[in-house]
């Protein structure tokens, strides 16, 4: 039961993401050809180990991995030779990470360039603007940016944040990947998104016994490679990574680095401990323990009785025998009400929608959007750091661009986000309606439908409509009149 218990508790200080304030001087003042010092390295390596080390055990949850979910750690309460020990992993936590991921990116992130008079201004002309925007849009397709963007997701839901790391492949194109968060470590005087440093550790293990430590150091310039074990690592080579900035940044979940479930992970697993509790009872009195009294038998009668399911009681003489079943009076109706707390506390804190709720089924429009403004708040603050980590990401891919003469302006580059939510296109429409008689421009109401990404679009596809229908035919029309005037039967 103690270990069950150790696995229950969150991180603590040692754990929470550190600050490289210092490490970020000592890097400025010792950096040279060979990279930095092996002993400042890993000194880097060390105090961020903490925080990779929960954010493995964490991501090893999310995948169900037996060593690192508590119930399945869990030991019989009474040892005997054949303890029932039902171990039942209720895997909310897996469920308010996908929840989040689907709902958030779940549709892809709409990238574009701007277009009209100022993004010409800015970029050099209209050619320019459509080589800016051949670049952008190519970039997206090429490193398929919505699975990118769904990983880094998940990977931020989970542990608190995820790392994206910028790189040319062997044909000169700009390539991006998700980082794992354990993996990457950012130095910052800032914030996560804008690195000034940045390492990342990926360990093998050649042997199946010692892992082999990969390190990269990145600066504005130059990775720098190392490897070997943990307190003797070796430079080996340096290499140009052709960008202008550190091309491994960081993107937090929030301003905590926390995962979307670690405030509810007691609570997750007081309810597996219950649920797996009432298993052992039910399995362990499937049937009645049967009670002889004043009547003496042998184990033979006994499996005689389980076998014809008939008992020959003898005569005892002066007191009455009886066999009769004995039950275990057990007050479901206070289990129930404590997993139906626990249950709802944890979609609560989480701010993740219970969909088996019996009102969630019934509600629309408004009701639906207010069932849903926990998690629109989580995902607003995700949002937001993704913007953030945007910002920068478009500066390190111009910097890129620009050696190709290739002009893009990070400020005119676009991205709209698109919540996977349920649409109600009935009332959406009668919004609309109801907007436009009121005197609200068509541009304004028909933003307001949520499955509208471009009303400039929209607005041009209704002109073009309009000018496909041919104008009535007045003359035809005209001299039918005529006829039927001046024509007279009497004439023919």
């Known amino acids: 039961m103690q270990k069950y218990r150790e696995n229950a ?13 210092d490490e970020i001087k000592k890097i400025e003042d010792s950096i040279s050809d060979t990279g930095i010092p092996t002993d400042l390295l890993q000194k880097i390596i060390n105090k961020h180990s903490y925080n990779a080390a929960y ?18 750690k869990r030991e019989p309460i009474f040892a005997n030779s054949l303890p029932i020990n039902n171990l039942i992993n209720n895997d909310f936590f897996s469920e308010i990470i ?51 963007d769904m990983e880094i997701t998940k990977f931020a839901s989970i542990y608190g944040y995820a790392g994206r790391l910028f790189y040319i492949d062997i044909d000169g194109d700009i390539r991006v990947m998700a980082v794992p968060g354990y993996e990457t470590i950012i130095l910052s005087n800032t914030d996560i998104s804008e690195p ?27 990775v720098y490679y190392y490897e070997g074990y943990k307190g003797s690592l070796s430079y080996t080579k340096k290499q140009e990574h ?14 905590e680095l926390m995962g979307d479930a670690e405030k509810v992970l007691t609570l997750i697993d007081d309810y597996d401990k219950v649920v797996s509790d009432n298993s052992n009872e039910i399995e362990s009195f499937v049937h009645a ?38 039950t275990k009076n057990i007050n479901d109706g206070f289990t129930e009400h404590h997993l139906e707390r626990l249950q709802d506390n944890i979609y609560r804190f989480s701010k993740t929608p219970n969909l088996n709720d019996e009102s969630f089924g019934s509600a629309s429009g408004v009701s639906l959007k207010f069932k849903l403004h ?76 949520s499955f509208v990404d471009d009303v400039d679009y929209i607005m041009e596809m209704i002109e073009q409509q309009e000018d496909s229908i041919p104008e009535p035919n007045t003359e035809d029309s005209t001299n039918k009149h005529i006829n039927d005037i001046y024509i007279d039967e009497d004439d023919i």
Request: aromatic share 14%; with cysteine; charged share 25%.
């Open 9 to 21: 508790i969150n991180r603590n200080y040692l754990q929470m993401y550190p600050d490289f304030t």
């Open 55 to 72: 954010n493995i055990k964490l991501y090893d949850r999310y995948r169900t991995v037996a060593e690192e979910v508590p119930i399945f």
């Open 98 to 148: 996908d929840f989040k991921t689907g709902y958030f990116a779940g549709e892809p992130i709409s990238y574009g360039y701007s277009k009209g008079i100022e993004a010409e201004a800015v970029t050099g002309g209209e050619e320019a603007v459509d080589k800016a925007t051949k670049a952008v849009t190519d970039f997206v397709t090429r490193n398929n940016m919505y699975g990118v």
């Open 196 to 222: 000034k440093y940045a390492v990342r550790v990926h360990k093998i293990s050649p042997d199946k016994q010692v892992s082999k430590l990969l390190v990269d150091f990145y600066d504005d310039k130059y």
């Open 242 to 255: 052709l960008f202008d900035y550190c091309p491994l940044q960081g993107i937090a979940n929030n301003k």
């Open 289 to 326: 323990y049967m009670v002889f009294k004043n009547v003496s038998v042998d184990d033979d009668e006994i499996r005689k009785a389980q076998n014809n399911g008939a008992i020959r009681i003898p005569s005892t003489g002066t007191k009455d025998a009886d066999v009769y079943f004995l």
């Open 374 to 449: 926990g998690l629109e708040t989580k995902c607003g603050m995700f949002e937001a750091k993704m913007m953030d980590a945007a910002q920068y990401m478009w500066k390190v891919l111009c910097s890129a661009w620009s050696k190709k003469e290739i002009y893009v302006d990070p400020l005119q580059i676009t991205m709209e986000f698109t919540r996977n939510f349920p649409l109600d296109t009935l009332t959406e429409a009668q919004t609309v309606q109801t907007l436009i008689s009121a005197g609200i421009p068509k541009e304004v109401a028909y933003s307001q439908l």
